[in-house]
């Protein structure tokens, strides 16, 4: 089991930029791909980003494509999310994710893919 830890977050507004980071506590990302969702208040936990372990594919949920990008660092054993042209709508707790396993994107977009989850980190953005 992976422990996995965000930063990054914070209260920014429209249309600025800010780049979360995920880490593992305790081991490395070692073969897994990582992925990173969002919940709003009274919302589902929603599909974001994924990478893989290689880091030569990803997917995008349609919402963020083009704003935002998914890289990772396997020397540094870290995974980021670039936010570009934030939105309100992007307010959310974001949590990091691991999983072994890769798939089609709907696959990808499972929550039940992901075994290790972060605690989150929240993202607030103001109008």
């Known amino acids: 089991q992976v422990q996995l830890v965000e930063s990054g977050g914070g209260l920014v507004q429209a249309g600025d930029s800010l780049t979360l980071s995920c880490a593992p506590s305790g081991r490395t990302f070692s073969g897994y791909a990582m992925g990173w969702f969002r919940q709003a208040p009274g919302k589902d936990r929603e599909f974001v980003a994924v990478i893989s372990w290689t880091g030569t594919s990803t997917y995008y949920a349609d919402s963020v494509k083009g704003r935002f990008t998914i890289s990772r660092d396997n020397a540094k054993s870290a995974v980021y999310l670039q936010m570009n042209s934030l939105k309100p709508e992007d307010t959310a707790v974001y949590y990091c994710?691991?999983?072994?396993?890769?798939?089609?994107?709907?696959?990808?977009?499972?929550?039940?893919?992901?075994?290790?989850w972060g605690q989150g980190t929240q993202v607030t953005v103001s109008s």
């Open positions: 994710a691991a999983t072994t396993t890769w798939g089609s994107v709907r696959t990808m977009m499972g929550r039940n893919e992901y075994r290790d």
